[in-house]
């Protein structure tokens, strides 16, 4: 029986949650998704509408807004699905693609998820160690494996404890980035000048990155509600899980559209790094 337990392996794959393995309450989809969105690369969603799009802060704002609140919408559908169906959303898209049409969209999740978005965060986790431990003097290879060893032990053990692990990194990570964000939203430069000549087309591109970034969780959405119980009020379900995608992208998104403004901000440094600014 695996339940609520937490410091045990989870058994299941993709197979159909016996309703007596489910539990769980929808406000957990909160942090377990506005958690894993306290990053650095949210942040450079941003950086990339002021630095490399040539937008002002506020045509960024509304790309960014717009943009993860339909990727938070679709987050919070698909997420309601999780109870009904009691499968994960590789196997629920079988449904629309067929069982071997699905092969081709699993697959390509599989290498963009499993290696590539990976690889992404590993990196950026171990820019942020060196970042935050500057004074040890850590070689990359050395805080890239930590953070590599840490995220497969997670994800061994998986659903509950990855669940309960958001929920415990939240209030740390809540308070580092929100002292950033204080910071940078101070000391911005809210008066700063567009540098596109095509603003029509650099919104659009803002956009779609803005709404690719949150819309980039909806191939999970179901796995981590595919434990609560079909009877659970599957509207709050979709609703924890948008509300965590929407807030934290939009904050940390702007936030990263503001740095680049900030007096002192270089842009060939290690990105990690500018957020000693703050």
Known sequence: EYGDRVATVEPGGVEYIALAERHGKPIQLFWTWISPNLEFATVFVGVICVLFLGLN????????????????????ILSSWGPKF?????VQSRASFGFLGNILPAGLNA??????????????GAFA???????????FWLAFLVIVIAQVTIATLGHNLIHSFERW??????????????????????????????????WLLAFTAAF??????????????????????????GVWAGLG??????????????LVTVKGYNANGIPTEQLHLA
Not at 86 to 90: D, I
Not at 111 to 123: P, R
Not at 178 to 199: D, E, K, P, S
């Open 169 to 202: 990194v939240l209030p740390l990570l809540g308070v580092v980035f929100a002292l950033a964000c204080i910071f940078i939203f101070a000391h911005g430069n809210w008066g700063f000048a567009a540098t596109t000549t095509t603003h029509v087309g650099s």
């Open 129 to 139: 160690i060196q970042a935050l431990l500057s004074g040890l003097n850590l070689p």
């Open 245 to 258: 995608v929407f807030i934290s992208c939009v904050v940390l998104e702007f936030a990263g559209a503001v």
């Open 111 to 124: 290498i963009t998820g499993a290696f590539g978005w990976f690889i992404v965060n590993s990196v950026s």
């Open 86 to 90: 009691g499968v994960p959303m590789m």
């Open 57 to 76: 802060l506020w045509e960024s704002f509304t790309a960014i807004l717009i943009g993860t609140a339909l990727g938070s919408l679709t987050q919070g």
């Open 212 to 237: 690719g970034y949150a819309c980039g969780w909806n191939p999970y959405a179901a796995d981590y509600t595919r434990y609560l119980p079909p009877t659970t009020d599957r509207r709050m379900v």
